[in-house]
T-cell receptor, first 111, second 117 residues
Framework: QKEVEQNSGPLSVPEGAIASLNCTYSDRVSQSFFWYRQYSGKSPELIMS????GDKEDGRFTAQLNKASQYVSLLIRDSQPSDSATYLCAVLREYGNKLVFGAGTILRVKS | GAVVSQHPSWVICKSGTSVKIECRSL??????MFWYRQFPKQSLMLMATSNEGSKATYEQGVEKDKFLINHASLTLSTLTVTSAHPEDSSFYIC?????????????FGPGTRLTVL
């Protein structure tokens, strides 16, 4: 079992729709979770971090965390073509402060 | 926000040569930096953790004699790919936590694309 699992996609949504990205993790003691966006040929940029169960909203983005189910999600409202990218879920290992990344989900927003 | 720079942004070299990649924290100190590698259409894989003033710790399967890491100051870590081969062609990215550390957020450099001919 991979430490962090994501559906590779691609996930295609029409412009203006809500994109829902999901991630599960295996290390039950993990406390810190991140969503990064990566455009082709570029390094990842942080979208959201979340540490507590529930929802965290920042503009068009909402991260959701359920530690009991070991599940993290990212919702993107009013999706724009510029949101088309690979979205990486990352979990911070408790020991060594190491980030473990999922394989990433490709999101395509069609105008 | 915190800025991490990398140099060069891309490099092409011949097989058998060595290549040095620099990672700098521009407006903060970083006692620990991380080096990742990303092959096409794959995710980031942690290669090693660079510690200022001490030896780097390498992930399982990463050859420490091939990927030399030096973290000589609080703002600079270098990764040297020795005797590079075509299979070392990849996107190398560094990251760091801001000190003093108040969050678990790592900031990533822009990456260095290495092509070995």
């Amino acid at each position: 079992q991979k430490e962090v699992e994501q559906n590779s996609g691609p996930l295609s949504v029409p412009e203006g729709a809500i994109a829902s990205l999901n991630c599960t993790y295996s290390d039950r003691v993990s406390q810190s979770f991140f969503w990064y966006r990566q455009y082709s040929g570029k390094s990842p940029e942080l979208i959201m971090s979340i540490y507590s169960n529930g929802d965290k909203e920042d503009g068009r983005f909402t991260a959701q965390l359920n530690k009991a189910s070991q599940y993290v999600s990212l919702l993107i409202r009013d999706s724009q073509p510029s949101d088309s990218a690979t979205y990486l879920c990352a979990v911070l290992r408790e020991y060594g402060n190491k980030l473990v990344f999922g394989a990433g989900t490709i999101l395509r927003v069609k105008s | 926000g915190a800025v991490v720079s990398q140099h060069p942004s891309w490099v092409i070299c011949k097989s058998g040569t060595s290549v040095k990649i620099e990672c700098r924290s521009l407006d903060f100190q970083a006692t620990t930096m991380f080096w990742y590698r990303q092959f096409p259409k794959q995710s980031l894989m942690l290669m090693a953790t660079s510690n200022e003033g001490s030896k780097a710790t390498y992930e399982q399967g990463v050859e420490k004699d091939k990927f030399l890491i030096n973290h000589a100051s609080l703002t600079l870590s270098t990764l040297t790919v020795t005797s590079a081969h075509p299979e070392d062609s990849s996107f190398y990215i560094c990251s760091a936590f801001i000190l003093p550390r108040s969050t678990d957020t790592q900031y990533f450099g822009p990456g260095t694309r290495l092509t070995v001919l």
